[in-house]
């Protein structure tokens, strides 16, 4: 049987090379499921630059070559569109990317729980970062009580421009799902971004219309999920859209966000640009707009400490960046002599 890929995104815009060209659906333990045009297969990495800078992920396009010995290797990971990333949350000063080639970041929250808006704004800079589009898909409307008109009024007020999409998936009545079928046209790869227990994994088999991932129930207490899935797969719906699920994220670290921060931001950038100082921490200082505004009652204080506090992060992260560089180029000179 031939695949063919253009059903799984490729594009013959894209730069290609010698080798059997495929898509990475799965990543597990070292070892890589690739869609090719020959059919899906699993395959190893030894390519030194995709187990250093590149190393492979879910969604990224990658060319093949057969090892006598070994089968078929990675020998190259081609240059991605986009990535979505976060800072590892093991490692202070390094980037994770969660998956390559992305048209559209779905953030992805339960209604049988609260949303922190520091939470969404952290999403919203990741799915912004990458430059995908991005909605809010709020899940579980189906159960009673469900505080559907206070979750999207705070989405409207952090991102007002950002489309929110409402779903309830109890048994047959599977309100809104067709919204969010309709994000995922032919071709197009989505992404699921949320905490474990939102819904993701219960969305996915909806849109395919089969059990293909296993879910999990959420504890009553607190309205915590387990971790269900366990590692990002793409799959390929009836209509030719292309989804990818990811294990819940607890640790929403930024990184190198410095536009998608702007864009969360923005008003409080703009105000930010007529303090007095460049270099104003919206706090004590004089002729503060920030401070002015919110003494003023026209922004909120905690929004404020929010936008400081990832403003902190991204430049620890740079200054933590340029030391990891510094010590590495010594640690090369040292070897030279």
């Not at 898509?23 to 250093?52: F, H, W, Y």
Request: a negative charge; aromatic letters at 2%; glycine letters at 10%.
């Amino acid at each position: 049987m031939t695949i063919d890929l253009s059903a799984y995104g490729w594009s013959d815009a894209l730069p290609g090379g010698d080798g059997l060209l495929g898509r990475i659906v799965k990543v597990d333990r070292g070892e890589c499921d690739v869609v090719t045009a020959n059919g899906r297969v699993r395959v190893l990495s030894d390519s030194q630059r995709a187990q250093d800078q590149m190393a492979p992920v879910t969604g990224d396009w990658v060319l093949l070559h057969d090892e006598p010995e070994l089968g078929l290797l990675i020998s190259s990971v081609l240059p991605r569109s986009n990535s979505v990333s976060r800072r590892d949350p093991s490692e202070q000063v390094v980037e994770q990317v969660l998956v390559a080639n992305v048209d559209v970041v779905l953030i992805v929250h339960g209604l049988d729980r609260p949303l922190p808006p520091g939470r969404l704004e952290r999403f919203l800079v990741v799915g912004w970062d990458s430059g995908a589009e991005v909605a809010v898909v709020l899940t579980k409307a189906d159960k009673k009580g469900a505080p559907v008109d206070d979750v999207t009024a705070t989405v409207g007020a952090v991102a007002p421009d950002v489309p929110v999409l409402v779903v309830g998936l109890a048994g047959r009545a599977q309100e809104g799902l067709e919204h969010v079928a309709a994000m995922v046209g032919p071709g197009r790869t989505v992404v699921l971004l949320g905490e474990s227990g939102s819904g993701k994994s219960t969305l996915v088999n909806a849109l395919l219309g089969e059990e293909h991932l296993e879910t999990g129930e959420v504890r009553s207490v607190d309205s915590k999920g387990r971790h269900t899935t366990v590692s990002r797969e793409l799959v390929r719906l009836a209509n030719g859209g292309l989804l990818v699920d990811t294990p819940g994220i607890r640790s929403v670290g930024i990184w190198d966000s410095e536009e998608a921060l702007e864009r969360v931001f923005g008003d409080l950038e703009a105000l930010s640009a007529t303090c007095r100082y460049s270099d104003c921490v919206h706090g004590p200082e004089p002729d503060c707009a920030v401070s002015a505004a919110v003494a003023n009652g026209q922004v909120d204080r905690r929004r404020v400490d929010r936008y400081v506090a990832l403003n902190v992060e991204l430049e620890e992260q740079r200054q933590r960046e340029k030391e990891r560089e510094r010590r590495g180029h010594g640690e090369k000179r040292g070897r030279r002599r």
